[in-house]
């Protein structure tokens, strides 16, 4: 059986983020929001929520390249404070940007701010004293999607299998892994397509690094599989 609740009306203040739900047994929770306006194009953006034990106190969010693109940041604990990298810089400073969120309360960050001032492009970087949850609101070409972002202490995986959308005008594939696992990748058997040199380290965190790999030759309409021989 289901049971579903919605918003009560189109205002942010009226929507369901900040929603505390619990259970006497597991249960699964999945939101959504339709008809999300941005470029032109209604779409339908959500993800299912992680539970409240798999949140964490670190994070790290990709840019698209949208200028609408941004996280939500939920406390999970009263006084939270969150840092960020810090804007305009290309040093590894941390900004402050709320040192009292509370429970069921929100912060949005437009990563547009803080990833591409004075054409400085690095991921979002995103650290909290306590765990919170963090929601990337995201897309391309004017279409909006949304997902929940793992925390940084998650394992990740050894190996991802990606099969393209066919005819898709697009394939953008974005990896995430420690500094000392860039020059262990294997794509789809080729331990030469994935250059360590490729990678980027992360503003406000050295120890991870990434990479996106754009549309082309190997992301052509066969599955692939990226691996690492190291890490995850």
Request: glycine share 10%; hydrophobic share 30%; aromatic share 8%.
């Amino acid at each position: 059986e289901t049971f579903s609740a919605k918003s009560c009306g189109q205002e942010a203040s009226r929507h369901l983020g900040g929603t505390r739900i619990t259970s006497t047994k597991p249960i699964a929770v999945n939101s959504t929001d339709d008809s999300v306006l941005h470029g032109g194009s209604k779409d339908a953006v959500g993800d299912q929520i992680l539970p409240i034990e798999f949140a964490g106190t670190e994070y790290i969010a990709i840019h698209n390249g949208t200028n609408f693109e941004g996280v939500y940041i939920y406390a999970l604990e009263d006084g939270t404070s969150v840092w960020v990298n810090e804007a305009k810089t290309e040093t590894n400073n941390m900004e402050q940007i709320t040192s009292n969120l509370n429970i069921g309360e929100v912060k949005f960050v437009p990563m547009y701010n803080y990833c591409y001032s004075n054409k400085i492009k690095s991921p979002l970087y995103i650290k909290a004293d306590k765990p919170i949850i963090v929601f990337q609101e995201t897309g391309r070409n004017g279409e909006s999607g949304g997902t929940m972002l793992p925390q940084l202490s998650c394992t990740g995986s050894e190996k991802a299998v990606y099969k393209r959308v066919p005819d898709s005008k697009e394939c953008v594939i974005t990896i995430i892994t420690r500094s000392e696992f860039v020059n262990d990748f294997v794509l789809n058997g080729d331990d030469t397509a994935i250059s360590g040199a490729d990678f980027t380290p992360v503003r406000g965190h050295n120890t991870w690094s990434y990479l996106k790999i754009t549309e082309g030759e190997p992301l052509d309409d066969k599955p692939i599989s990226i691996a690492n021989k190291s890490g995850y």
